[in-house]
């Protein structure tokens, strides 16, 4: 499997009623395969740019190409959003159901009416029966399968919303904010799996700079630009990226 290539080309995001672009003309290109961290104050733009990728904003000018792919032609969004495992800085749980159901949901898409029996019958449907049973084994959820998510602790749903996008073994690995409400051992073991989907593109946005600092590629975002992009930043670098004031 072969991960998805990014290309934004001077893409600016302007929200409604905002005087400032969320992107200011932001230019960066992913390599297939590539992992690299996304930094910055909070407000500076990482979520916009992680929801552009899926078509989840719309820019207000620039290109936007994700595998190929138009995230704001319809159809091809669809196809984009199927080989991309994307987990939300809020996460998206669906409630009413449990654990096991929601790391299910994730894969639907791909469902014939047998499967779509047996997640109904709170079974798993043999195609990803080993891939779940590993993935619940990893992050410690083999015991709350059967839970339903309002009952889960924040760490406890942030490891289930990232079982879910890790079952489809995606070509596309977006992950927001994914380890701020994890233990440091579960903490470690989100990366260690994000970073592990063999050839995936992977795009993680933090404010850790130490798990920033474990990539090779950093960009780093500053009120909607960029302001660095390459091997880590050091010490001073970071000093003026998180800086106050422009
Ligand atoms: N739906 C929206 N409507 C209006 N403004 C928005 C919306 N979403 C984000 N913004 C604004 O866009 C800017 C960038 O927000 P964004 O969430 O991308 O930042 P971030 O770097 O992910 O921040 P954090 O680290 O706090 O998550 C902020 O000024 C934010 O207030």
Do not use: C
């Amino acid at each position: 499997m072969t991960g998805a290539d990014i290309v934004l080309e001077d893409v600016t995001v302007t929200f409604a009623g905002r005087a400032v672009p969320a992107l200011d003309r932001v230019s960066v290109s992913v390599r297939a395969g590539e992992q690299l961290a996304l930094v910055g104050p909070s407000g500076a733009g990482k979520s916009t740019l992680l929801r552009l990728l899926l078509g989840g904003v719309r820019p207000a000018g620039g290109r936007v190409r994700v595998g190929g792919l138009d995230p704001f032609a319809t159809q091809q969004v669809r196809q984009l959003r199927q080989f991309t495992g994307y987990v939300r800085q809020r996460d998206d749980l669906v409630p009413g159901v449990s654990a096991r159901t929601n790391i299910l949901m994730g894969q639907s898409w791909s469902w014939r009416m047998p499967d779509w029996w047996a997640v109904a019958r709170g079974r798993v449907p043999s195609r990803h029966a080993a891939r779940l049973a590993e993935l619940a084994e990893g992050h410690g959820i083999t015991d709350i399968l059967d839970e339903r998510v309002e009952n889960l602790s924040g760490g406890q749903r942030q490891r289930v919303a990232l079982a879910r996008a890790l079952l489809g073994d995606p070509r596309l690995l977006l992950a927001d904010e994914t380890t701020s409400g994890l233990d440091p051992v579960n903490a470690a073991r989100a990366v260690a799996d994000l970073t592990s989907v063999e050839g995936a593109t992977v795009m993680l946005s933090t404010h850790d700079v130490s798990l920033a600092g474990r990539f090779a590629r950093v960009v780093a975002l500053r009120a909607g630009r960029i302001a660095h992009d390459g091997a880590p930043p050091d010490a001073r670098e970071t000093e003026l990226i998180y800086a106050h004031g422009s």
